[in-house]
């Protein structure tokens, strides 16, 4: 009995599948993206402006990154470099960094001097010094304060606290379970991916 088109059609289709199985993965990662592009449109706005001097790379940016994370979180930590990497190698590149403390009561101490810091202009000194000494504390807290030249102890500010609250509610939207999350175009990567993977997504997005 000989095969008919259909069964020749199947079978072109799953030897590709086989010799190629990152068709499967591109295919996923396609229907992730239009998934998420509804939940992302009516919220963009908000995710990828930034409070105050949070933000780092292009003042007129192709390309918008939103990293969403805590001072307290390892696989933030490792991701720093990553990121700083990726500024200086694309030039249409803007990174927004949201607060998000989740892990205790220094990250939520060390969210709340970075806001305002970020309200002084001065978000990437703190930043910057901050990353540098390690996990939050309230050593190395008052150690980056001093190094961007604000208060270890900044005043209840009713804006930082709504970002904070407004932060979490973003994160949720998104199903977000921990840091670091990422949001580039209509991929939301909730885990450290590390350079090729952020890379990759930058570049999907920049193709629109």
């Known amino acids: 009995m000989l095969a008919g088109p259909s069964m020749f059609g199947e079978k072109i289709v799953r030897d590709a599948l086989v010799a190629n199985p ?3 993965m591109e295919a996923g990662d396609s229907l992730r993206d239009k998934q998420f592009a509804q939940t ?6 908000s995710l990828e402006t930034p409070f105050h001097s949070s933000w780092k790379g292009a003042t007129q ?12 979180c390892g696989y933030c930590r490792q991701s720093n470099p990553d990121i700083e990497r ?5 030039k249409d590149l803007r990174v927004i960094y949201r607060e998000l403390p ?5 990250s939520v101490a060390a969210a709340r001097v970075s806001l305002a810091a970020s309200k002084a202009g001065k978000f990437a000194a703190y930043h910057d010094a901050l990353n540098a000494a390690g996990r939050p504390s309230p050593e190395t807290i008052a150690q ?4 961007a ?21 973003l994160a949720s939207q998104l199903g977000a379970t921990g840091t670091p999350l990422f949001i580039v175009g209509d991929r939301v990567i909730n885990s450290a991916v590390g350079y090729e993977g952020l890379k990759t997504a930058i570049e999907a997005a920049r193709k629109g």
């Open 61 to 72: 940016p192709k390309v918008t990154m939103t990293y969403f994370f805590d001072y307290a």
């Open 22 to 24: 990152e068709i499967i």
């Open 86 to 90: 990726l500024i200086a190698e694309n």
């Open 144 to 147: 980056a304060a001093r190094a």
């Open 40 to 45: 992302l449109a009516p919220i963009r706005a």
């Open 102 to 106: 989740i892990l205790g009561p220094d």
């Open 149 to 169: 030249g604000v208060p270890a102890r900044p005043d209840n500010d009713p804006a930082q606290e709504a970002e904070l609250r407004a932060n979490m509610g």
